[in-house]
């Protein structure tokens, strides 16, 4: 096993098993069946000591692949797939995708306080997401189509044109059909 | 044969046609762009049915669901990039054909493959699924139950990597459906924790949104600077000459019936049965050096066996109710929405909607063909929209998803929740299959149980002292105990 996936497991499981001892022990005090012998406790509770095993498996053998330093032999495809992502010089992103959960829990937080509709408060959430997802390059381009209306300058600033288009029609077009023709009571501030 | 012409005469009037073919349009798009899999198409689709009725909400879905399918292929001829997991296989000789001048010819394959594999399996599904049922039917609780427990094993012991990660992952999903209000138990509460809104248990469209959706999009984020490679692209070769059909005709039926064989086992999706067949034809091939280096063989036999998986799929969902993919669980969960009970009596109480899902399957089968053909080249265009465009969007209609049910924003979090236990999961490799399968299958294996309990007095004999129980557990024993024993033999030839 892989040292990094070992240490994922380590970390996942133990999250796990935390969730199984909290469900034991809501389950412990449920009473007996009224109509059938088992009741409501025994299957979440035999669910949970499976669950709890099964874990248990995994993380003997991700402690042993990291105390042997057992690193796997990798197949043609992934090696290849590594290969082609120094070349073209990718590195992925986590921190991104953590800003956009973050965004998306203050999206979320923003709609339920209801203070501006949905179309407004999705509008504005696209278009900020969009963005950053984008990068800078665009953003310097349209900052400075917008200082000196230079047209040269406008496909790189095309992008930032483009996101706030879609921003705009997503936004409220989700508005629009969703309430009107869908009839989801969406915030509307 | 009457309630099916019926149901043909009904899936071609003006409404169902546009949805059907909507749908698979739809879902062919979504295919063709890497990071949306099917099962994140259907079930950001699935709110917008609820005010469709069931016949109509269904065929718009199993359209999307084959176009879903189908349109994986596209990417994984022309960028080596599966759209759908379903079309790996298809990447190994697609693209290299692609690459080699031939990308119209390779997809030409790739579109026939999957016409004829949809169709063959079509053919079981409308033989198979009534007689099924029929036998379903005299199904007590413990076969039912033991049933879903060999469904569980079967499903954890052929998914990818390894089985205890199946198996712990369709534990975690059962464990998920346990909170709520236990109705065996007189309506009272468990694992609720003193939550109100647990009362009602965990949402399936949060549930099944947040871990097919958003550990999607948080995936493709992290990805999101990966390059993609491009091949030039024609149409030339597009539709199959006869000399072709003629070459790979019994490639064609061997691999869609090794496809439905596969379907119709119990939570088995397109991706193993692509995996069978390639491997099938490979070993049966005149030429097994080409493989991987752009057969014809390779492309037909993977995309006649991933179409071929959705007919066989749908026979267990129609005929029992027990998924046969991940997208057939959240089909189960569509008709449950729609307040249709799935099972062995559906063909019994529902049989309209037995008939529209078995003819969309058809209509789909066929629109699929006619749009694939026609307008591949611009459907093809798409792949290379870039996704900072596409990702946040769909994370807009995931939040109006989970919201739409209920008007509840705890459903929003719990959709998020799962979203990012989703995303870890899969990074420990921890399939989220068996996950779903699990959410949906565990209330019915519990109720069948407690049921069975009640009839026999707390005795749970039936299990072995019944002819099918007994079968089902003894299938599921050696489901369970097959690869240690595979792995002990392996072990002990090498040391030879």
Known sequence: MNPTIAKRDIGLMLF????????????????????????????????????????????????????????????????????????????????????????????IVVLYLGVLGFGVVSTV????????????????????????????????????????????????????????????????? | MAPLLEGITHILTPIPFLLVGLG??????????????????????????????????????????????????????????????????????????????QPGRALGFGIAASFIGGIISWIFLVLVSEPLSDLATRFGPF?????????????????????????LSGALGMLVAMPGVDPAAGGFPRLTWDVLYLNGGLGLLPVLIGVFAVSQLIADIVDIDRTIERTKFSTKGILMSFKDWKNQAWNMLRSSVIG?????????????????????????????????????????????????????????????????SVIDAILIGALMIHAIQPGPTLFLNNPEIVYAMISACLLANIMMYGIMTSSVGKIA?????????????????????????????????????????????????????????????APIAESKLRSGLMMTDGDFSPVVTRPLPLIFVIISVVLLFWPFYQDWRNRKREGK
């Not at chain 1, 984008?134 to 790189?156: E, I, K, M, Q, Y």
Request: charged share 10%; aromatic share 10%.
């Open chain 2, 143 to 167: 076969e039912y139950f033991t049933l879903v427990v060999m469904a569980m094993v079967l499903i954890a012991s052929v998914s990818q990597g390894s089985m205890v990660k199946g198996l």
């Open chain 2, 260 to 324: 439905t064989w596969i379907g119709i086992l119990p939570g088995i999706g397109a991706n193993i049965g692509s995996i069978v067949a390639y491997t099938t034809a490979k070993n049966m091939s005149k030429t097994p050096e080409k493989f991987g280096t752009g057969s014809e063989e390779g492309i037909v036999a993977s995309e006649a066996a991933n179409n071929a998986t959705i007919g066989g799929a749908l026979i267990p969902l129609i005929a029992m109710g027990i998924p046969g």
């Open chain 1, 125 to 189: 959430f696209l278009l900020i997401t969009i963005l950053f997802l984008l990068g800078r390059p665009p953003l310097r381009a349209f900052a400075a189509w917008v200082t000196s209306f230079d047209r040269a300058h406008l496909p790189a600033a095309m992008p930032v044109l483009i996101a706030f288009g879609i921003s705009v029609v997503m936004g409220f077009g989700c508005e629009f059909v969703f309430t009107k023709i869908f009839y989801v009571d969406l915030p509307t501030g």
């Open chain 1, 16 to 107: 796990i098993i935390a969730v199984c001892v909290a469900v034991l022990i809501e389950s412990w005090d449920l009473p007996p069946g009224t109509f059938e012998p088992l009741g409501s406790g025994p299957v979440p509770q035999a669910i949970a000591f499976l669950i709890i095993g099964l874990c248990l498996i995994i993380l003997a053998r991700a402690a042993i692949a990291l105390a042997r330093h057992t690193v796997p032999e990798k197949t043609a495809e992934e090696l290849e797939a590594e290969a082609a992502d120094v070349a073209s010089g990718f590195q992925s992103r986590p921190w991104s995708a953590t800003a956009v959960l973050v965004m998306s829990g203050l999206y």
């Open chain 2, 24 to 101: 698979t349009f739809l879902g062919i798009i979504g295919g063709a762009i890497p990071g949306i899999t099917g099962a994140m198409m259907i079930a950001l689709t699935l709110p917008l049915t609820f005010n469709m009725i069931p016949g109509n909400a269904l065929a718009l879905l199993i359209g999307m669901y084959v176009g879903a399918i189908s349109g994986g292929l596209i990417t994984a001829t022309l960028m080596r990039m599966p759209g759908t997991p379903a079309a790996v296989m298809t990447t190994f000789d697609g693209y290299p054909m692609a690459r080699g001048g």
């Open chain 2, 381 to 441: 265009q798409l792949m290379f929209t870039p996704r900072a465009y596409v990702l946040p969007p769909i994370l807009v209609f995931c939040v109006i998803g989970s919201f739409a049910l209920n008007n509840l924003f705890f459903d929003v979090w719990v959709m998020l929740g799962f979203g990012v236990f989703g995303y870890f999961l899969e990074r420990s490799k921890v399939p989220l299959g068996p996950f779903v399968i699990g959410f949906v299958l």
